[in-house]
């Protein structure tokens, strides 16, 4: 498996490749992604600081993780989507895009970096957690009864 990060250049001539992966994990959320209009990809399409880190494999993406960095203003980072292929999944793919995020972001002297998940997202938190990110605030219910939002930083 190789990972690297997508130049500026090969973001954007990739992005029906990038795209897909919202695809596949429609299902995966309450509400399906796609109820929500395309406000997910459109963000991710026009904001031209986002960084892209890619799971490859014969030449295909297997696995992403998209992440901002506010480095003007406050050093921050905020940590958008992680996303693995079913069939790649519980291979350690997702923790090391996590773990390769993270590296890139401290290379760029990022000291605090976000991110918002949901409680029903068990692997997610359990790679977010043994990264080192702290629960700092949920939202109850949010989505549905049971289904909380947990906001999450790594400092
Ligand atoms: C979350 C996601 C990226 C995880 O990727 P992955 O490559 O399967 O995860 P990993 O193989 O790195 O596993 C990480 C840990 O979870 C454990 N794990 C993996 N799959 C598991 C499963 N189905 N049940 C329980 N534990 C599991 C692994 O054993 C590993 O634990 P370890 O650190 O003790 O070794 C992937 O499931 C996914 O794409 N989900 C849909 C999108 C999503 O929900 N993204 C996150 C919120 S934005």
Known sequence: MKYRLLSEREKQS?????SHFFTIIDNEFVPPLSSRGDTVKSAIKKNDTAEVIVAETNGKFVGIVIFWSYYYKV????????????????????????????SRLHKKRIKTIKL???NTKKVALKIYKSAGFKIYYTRKNIKGPGIDKVYLVLK
């Open 116 to 118: 918002v998940t949901y």
């Open 14 to 18: 990739s992005w029906k490749k990038i």
């Open 75 to 102: 050093r921050s980072s905020y940590f958008h989507w992680l996303i693995v292929e079913p069939k790649f999944r519980s291979k350690g793919i997702g923790k090391e895009l996590t773990k390769k995020a993270i």
